[in-house]
T-cell receptor, first 112, second 114 residues
Framework: EDQVTQSPEALRLQEGESSSLNCSYT??????LFWYRQDPGKGPEFLFT???AGEEKEKERLKATLTKKESFLHITAPKPEDSATYLC?????????????FGTGTRLKVLA | DAGITQSPRHKVTETGTPVTLRCHQT?????MYWYRQDPGHGLRLIHY???????DKGEVSDGYSVSRSKTEDFLLTLESATSSQTSVYFC?????????????FGPGTRLTVT
């Protein structure tokens, strides 16, 4: 069964304290892995797409990496404005192009 | 900005009443999706559309129907609302070839069924 698991569920960091969020996935074949940021009361906002193991994408303080079993979202020197829920989703190669499997997210709180 | 709006943004309704949520997009994307988001669950697909009048069911479609008579509008209807349908509903579009690729989401509709 296709599955996505994110850890930890919640994370509190001091401003400037770097850390990583994990997204473990089990799919028969991977079309793409996606990271989103979601602020309270808003829709998810697209961050990155990764397609193959070894690929990395970077944007400001965020860097996403991908292996054959998991993806990491590294946050370097976070600021309070990075506080949000980060969602991971995978799109399997099977089951049609409509299917995206979402994890339950990691709630990140960065303290000033 | 993918130009996605949802209406209403908040709604409270009574059990047994019909409810229609609207998703509107301004950029002629072919693929549109309706999700619900509940605590402890990831976003779950209700229905999706791959063109005007072309729709199909997702994993949690029971109790929901959709219609798409124009490219820009995708409607989600709860024929007879139940308390289990209290949730936040998100519309999304995807731009990739064949419906793949990253998705862009609307601001959501918070629905409470009393």
């Amino acid at each position: 069964e296709d599955q996505v698991t994110q850890s930890p569920e919640a994370l509190r960091l001091q401003e400037g304290e770097s850390s990583s969020l994990n997204c473990s996935y089990t799919v028969s074949g991977l079309r793409g892995l996606f990271w989103y940021r979601q602020d309270p009361g808003k829709g998810p906002e697209f961050l990155f797409t990764l397609y193959s193991a070894g690929e990395e994408k970077e944007k400001e303080r965020l860097k996403a990496t991908l292996t054959k079993k998991e993806s990491f979202l590294h946050i370097t020197a976070p600021k309070p404005e990075d506080s949000a829920t980060y969602l991971c989703a995978v799109q399997p190669t099977t089951s049609g192009t409509y299917k995206y499997i979402f994890g339950t997210g990691t709630r990140l709180k960065v303290l000033a | 900005d993918a130009g996605i709006t949802q209406s209403p943004r908040h709604k409270v309704t009574e059990t047994g009443t019909p409810v229609t949520l609207r998703c509107h997009q301004t950029e002629n994307h072919r693929y549109m999706y309706w999700y619900r988001q509940d605590p402890g669950h990831g976003l779950r697909l209700i229905h999706y559309s791959y063109g005007v009048k072309d729709t199909d069911k997702g994993e949690v479609s029971d109790g929901y129907s959709v219609s798409r008579s124009k490219t820009e509008d995708f409607l989600l209807t709860l024929e007879s609302a139940t308390s289990s349908q209290t949730s936040v509903y998100f519309c999304a579009i995807s731009e990739g070839t064949g419906g793949g690729g990253e998705q862009y989401f609307g601001p959501g509709t918070r629905l409470t069924v009393t």
